[in-house]
């Protein structure tokens, strides 16, 4: 129909990042969006339009936020060990970015807003078995990214219904695939090092790593679903994601 034909303007924040390739990569597929990467690096993809731009500016999120319909906003700043001055980087990105993504939003009359969140947020260094959505958020979060991450996670659930902005947050646990930069890379220099000649405990704890093209994959699920608006049963709430079987496009 000719309905079907009009593409959806969506914006991926950190559309030049591991899960940000990806997610374009499966919105270019579905056929269903016109997509535009905001990112503070050039993403190099001739198929999209870069918006080379910082998320603390609150201008430069909100004019490329114009004509948009979705938001996918997966930009962090990257999760290195913590001293004073990336605190207060993490901080900006993560947390005032994120606002300036709702504000934005707002001002801009965005219907949909999907975050990336991480499962981290309600882990307190304890086993978490079958854990699932109704667990709270972490008292004593592991590091001060995942601190972050909370607060971009409260932050927009509470916005949903903000003018008609409907949001959810997705939270997968370790991510690997094609073109990883950190968990794989790591851990081969790590055991290269003679890193990891040792087990802690009993070797048998479990750690949920999902496949990148399925977080991306969930992405498109959750766009899909808050095409309802507001009063979708997913708006205002977050997800575990986790592997099922790879998904195909
Ligand atoms: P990544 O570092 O590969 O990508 C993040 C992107 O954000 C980069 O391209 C970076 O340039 C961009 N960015 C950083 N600061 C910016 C700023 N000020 N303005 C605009 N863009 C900026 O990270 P990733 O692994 O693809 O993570 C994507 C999302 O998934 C993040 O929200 C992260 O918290 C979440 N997540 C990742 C994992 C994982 O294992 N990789 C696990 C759980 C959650």
Redesign the pocket.
Known sequence: TRASAVKKKCLV??G?????KHLVDRLLASGKYDVVV????DSGDPRVNTIV????DPKQVEDALAGVEVVFH?????PAAANTANKTLMYD?NVK?TQNIIDGCVTQSVNTLVY?S??SVVFDGKDLINADESMPYAQKPIDYYTET?ILGERLVLSSNKRSGLATVALR????FGEHD???VPLTVANAKKGKMKYIIGSGKNLMDFTYVGNVAQAHLLAADALEKGTHAKCAGKAYFITNADPQPF
């Open positions: 924040t950190g030049a990042g591991f899960l940000g905001f990112d503070i690096r731009g910082d998320l603390r997966c930009a962090t700043a990257a990105v970015g990336t991480s499962a991450k997968p646990s370790g991510i930069p950190l968990l």
